[in-house]
């Protein structure tokens, strides 16, 4: 079965700072890659995917994704954070073909200091 | 306005005193899920269907049942609820495929006593 790895699990930053947030999954074949958001008390959106393609994935509000197959990474970037993307921050990967869908990362606490 | 929506978005309930906790999506999406999160461990997948009359377990479904009579409907149902089940749940929906994005209902936070 597939995993995903989140290693920072709080993460403090100054508006402006630039951030990134680390994931790894473990699993042999092809994998579809997402980054989910969870703003405070609200329900999960999604930020932006990766299926095929390009390996630079651009979302919403200015976050960005690289996906290095080699390293079975998919981190998560932003040059410049702001208050507002304080968040909880979730990496989900699902096998390509598989029925069940997005297995999480525990999630990054991002706080964002004004 | 394309939504899932769950009910309650709160419920405090006693050890063993049965409980339904709806949700509805008005997408027309043939998948459906429910999920646990709990600190530090992240998301984790009860049950799953994949349309009306058809689910399967998730990762954690001990002590869970589901239904799927309709295909906006999920209800998550707890028999016999424990403390270990006080958690915050999610539904969610898509449509199939492995690169469909998931659209989640609010939250029903749990608590059993």
């Known amino acids: 079965a597939q995993s995903v790895s989140q290693h920072n699990h709080h993460v403090i930053l100054s508006e402006a700072a630039s951030l990134e947030l680390g994931c790894n999954y473990s699993?042999?074949?092809?994998?579809?890659l997402f980054w989910y958001v969870q703003y405070p008390g609200q329900h999960l959106q999604l930020l932006l995917k990766y299926f095929s393609g390009d390996p630079l994935v651009k979302g919403i509000k200015g976050f960005e994704a690289e996906f290095i197959k080699s390293k079975f990474s998919f981190n998560l970037r932003k040059p410049s954070v702001q208050w507002s993307d304080t968040a909880e921050y979730f990496c989900?990967?699902?096998?390509?073909?598989?029925?069940?869908?997005?297995?999480f990362g525990s999630g990054t606490q991002l706080t964002v200091l004004p | 306005e394309a939504q899932v929506t769950q009910n309650p978005r709160y419920l405090i309930t006693v050890t063993g005193k049965k409980l339904t906790v709806t949700c509805s999506q008005n997408m027309n999406h043939e998948y459906m899920s429910w999920y646990r999160q709990d600190p530090g461990l992240g998301l984790r997948q009860i049950y799953y269907s994949m349309n009306v009359e058809v689910t399967d377990k998730g990762d954690v479904p001990e002590g869970y049942k589901v239904s799927r009579k309709e295909k906006r409907n999920f209800p998550l149902i707890l028999e016999s609820p424990s403390p270990n089940q006080t958690s915050l749940y999610f539904c969610?929906?898509?449509?199939?495929?492995?690169?469909?994005?998931?659209?989640f209902g609010q939250g029903t936070r749990l608590t059993v006593v």
């Open positions: 989900a990967v699902n096998p390509s073909g598989s029925a069940r869908q997005l297995t």
């Open positions: 969610a929906s898509s449509w199939l495929g492995s690169a469909a994005e998931a659209f």
């Open positions: 699993y042999g074949g092809t994998v579809n």
